[in-house]
Each structure stands twice: as structure tokens, then as C-alpha cells.
Nanobody, 115 residues
Framework: QVQLVESGGGVVQPGGSLTLSCTTSADILNLYVMGWYRQAPERQRELVATTKIGGSTKYGASAKGRFTISIDQSKKAVLLQMNDLKPEDTAVYYC?????????WGQGLQVTVSA
């Protein structure tokens, strides 16, 4: 069973920064495409970013230029560094580990951008 443990959500002012972390096993990090998705109220879940060790990185339109996804193998974590946050970034953020047709989700983190 794939376990994904998320941390780092919270409330931040517009223009601020936040880093989300998703911890899992080394095997998962090496074998799966790791990513972050988000879901705002009354909206569909959308891609934020995905990455894979030795593979490519992809960003959703809303994340380009402001967010950075990375894998810290020493911490066994996939990180999402979010800068210049806007109120429209308010959502529940989910860590995802994907391999073939398999999809595994974390419990979700609330991120609220508000003055």
C-alpha cells in the first residue's frame, strides 16, 4: 500500500510563500510519477505539477513561473514550493503517486491565501 503523508498547509497572505511536503518511501519515489493536484470549492481537481526521478517535470498553467516541484531523496519527500501566492490559489492540495493505471492520493492539505 502506498502511503503519502502531507504537511505544510496553512494560511498565507497574498504575495507570500508556502512549501508543501509529501513524505513516502524511497521505493515509491523511485518508481512512481509524483505530483501535486488541487481542488477549489465547486471546481474540478486540477494538475499543479508532476515530476519523476530521472524523468520530466510538468506544470499546470496556474503554477508556471510561481511554483516549483522537487524531490528530496534524503527526506524521502516531494516538495512543492509556492511563491507569489494569490487568493485564487486557495484550495485543498493533494499529493499523488501514479504508476500506470494506479493512482494514490494523500489526505489533502488546506491552503488559504487571504489578507
Amino acid at each position: 500500500q502506498v502511503q503519502l503523508v502531507e504537511s505544510g498547509g496553512g494560511v498565507v497572505q497574498p504575495g507570500g510563500s508556502l512549501t508543501l511536503s509529501c513524505t513516502t518511501s524511497a521505493d515509491i519515489l523511485n518508481l512512481y510519477v509524483m505530483g501535486w493536484y488541487r481542488q477549489a470549492p465547486e471546481r474540478q481537481r486540477e494538475l499543479v505539477a508532476t515530476t519523476k526521478i530521472g524523468g520530466s517535470t510538468k506544470y499546470g498553467a496556474s503554477a508556471k513561473g510561481r511554483f516549483t516541484i522537487s524531490i528530496d531523496q534524503s527526506k524521502k519527500a516531494v516538495l512543492l514550493q509556492m511563491n507569489d501566492l494569490k487568493p485564487e490559489d486557495t484550495a485543498v492540495y493533494y499529493c499523488n503517486a501514479a504508476r500506470g493505471i494506479l493512482r494514490n492520493w494523500g489526505q489533502g492539505l488546506q491552503v488559504t491565501v487571504s489578507a
